[in-house]
């Protein structure tokens, strides 16, 4: 099908893209690669009167390394971040998960902070930034701010940006030496979403694990951090053992949701299983 | 009487586009998609639509050099844009791109519907990676379904493609030259 009617406007600057989405009164929703939005709209799941494209703004589509941290813009699409000297460098994780995002079609499109403003509950990106303990700039009418990552996604396709917000930019912690990560997904094989996906970033200090963070997509009605497992992993050394031991209770107080393509119980399994692989994979290149 | 009530029409946009070297501006309602664009205002049917749900890659064109699915862009968002789709890639006297030729000789289409969008999405994988693996080609067409081949020999095509593209071998297959020559 195609989508509903609506207006459409291509804005040159965030002040008039954030105009436009005052003026939309909660009917406007921001375009940029669109291959969430689109799809919903052609099967008329969203329906906004007005469709503000930010896809023409200039000075958005960066990726560099400032502070610490690499800085990613609100345009900057995952085939941008495959080839980025930067994200190579400094977070090495977020290209291995960019290579999972859909297809290569997908990926000439697709952005990293239209991924986490969408949120989708089978989307790779808000398992990734949980793990990488990201930050979120967005701009709105009462002016900017940082949304630290733990608490952004709230529900299915509900996250802390409001209604009249725009994300500029991600930005991830660059990597510290000892510390490893990996993001591994078992996916639909059509749409590529994934059934259950786990990122790990383990630090180790003097052979046992010091730091563990661990984002899970996929299973639940949102992405999140499965907090007893990362309890369970700190101060162990990283024996096979130890982390299958920890990652039981990988999707533990959790909704887990069942469809056509795996039932609950499935995905509970799968949540286990990736989040013990991650981990693994995350601590050995720790050990790098 | 009943009063109908209609929804405002929505202003309508002009959208400039040049397709295989050749400009177009054609008006078009906001929530037009870019697929139809091409098929149904500039007859350019080469491109297909398979899917609802923006996963089969038919639809798949290239927009200012990168190849994307055209069902899930709109034409709005294409203003400005250089697209080369299926049509664009045979020579102005007919001569066959090699990703096509190797197409030809590997058999690499049954129905055929899949086709376009199979060899511009291995267009970009060479263009990305000159010389992939059976692997890599493998994950170079995840964004393309097709129901009849079982995807061998379009796996076969890429890699013959890949040969024909880089020099290793000749453009025309040798045997097939042989075989006309009887």
């Avoid at chain 1, 963070?213 to 096979?240: C, D, M, N, S």
């Avoid at chain 2, 007919?94 to 055929?112: D, Y």
Wanted: proline share 5%; with cysteine; net charge negative.
């Amino acid at each position: 099908m195609f989508p509903a009617k609506f207006e459409y406007a291509a804005p040159s600057t965030v002040e008039e893209a954030l105009a436009l989405l005052k003026q939309g009164n909660g009917d406007a929703k921001i375009i940029a690669g669109g291959h969430s939005l689109l799809p919903l709209m052609k099967l008329r799941l969203a329906q906004p009167k007005l469709l503000v494209d930010i896809g023409r703004i200039t000075g958005l589509s960066y990726i560099r390394t400032e502070g610490g941290n690499v800085l990613v813009g609100a345009l900057a699409t995952y085939r941008d971040i495959l080839q980025s000297p930067d994200v190579h460098r400094g977070a090495p994780v977020l290209a291995e998960a960019a290579h999972e995002v859909g297809d290569p079609q997908v990926r000439a499109r697709g952005t990293l902070a239209g991924s986490l403003a969408h949120g989708d509950p089978a989307a790779d990106m808000p398992a990734v930034v949980l793990a990488l303990e990201a930050s979120i700039h967005a701009v709105g009418p009462d002016g900017e701010r940082d949304l630290p990552i733990d608490n952004f996604f709230v529900d299915m396709l509900t996250t802390l940006l409001g209604e009249h917000e725009l994300i500029t930019q991600v930005s991830i912690p660059v990597q510290s030496p000892g510390t490893g990560a990996a993001y591994l997904k078992f996916d639909q094989p059509a749409s590529h979403y994934a059934l259950a996906g786990a990122c790990a970033r383990i630090t180790l200090a003097d052979g046992t694990i010091s730091q563990a963070r661990i984002g899970v997509t996929g299973v639940g009605t949102k992405a999140y951090r499965p907090t007893a497992v990362e309890e369970a992993l700190v101060g162990k050394a990283p024996t096979e053992d130890a982390i299958k031991q920890a990652c039981q209770s990988a999707a533990e107080g959790i909704d887990v949701q069942g469809d056509i393509h795996a039932s609950p119980d499935y995905r509970a399994h799968l949540a286990r299983v990736l989040t013990r692989r991650a981990v693994v994979k995350a601590a050995e290149r720790a050990r790098g | 009487m009943t009063q109908v009530q209609t929804l405002a029409e929505p202003r309508s946009h002009s959208v400039a586009v040049t397709v295989n070297g050749t400009r177009y501006t054609r008006d078009v309602e906001p929530r037009q998609l870019l697929v139809y664009l091409l098929r149904e205002q500039l007859g350019l049917t080469g491109t297909h639509v398979g899917c609802d749900t923006s996963q089969c890659g038919a639809c798949t064109v290239l927009l200012n050099g990168t190849a994307v699915k055209s069902c899930t862009i709109l034409a709005v968002q294409a203003d400005g844009a250089e697209i080369k789709t299926i049509e664009g890639f045979a020579d102005a006297s007919g001569r066959l791109h090699p990703i096509q030729q190797a197409f030809w000789e590997e058999h690499g289409l049954q129905c055929g519907f899949c086709t376009p969008g199979m060899v511009i999405a291995i267009d970009q994988l060479l263009r990305d990676n000159p010389s992939p693996t059976d692997e890599e080609v493998r994950r170079g067409i995840e964004g393309n379904l097709c129901r009849c081949t079982g995807y061998q020999n379009i796996v076969k095509s890429a890699l013959s493609a890949s040969k024909k593209l880089s020099g290793q071998e000749p453009f025309e297959k040798p045997e097939l030259q042989q075989a006309a020559a009887v």
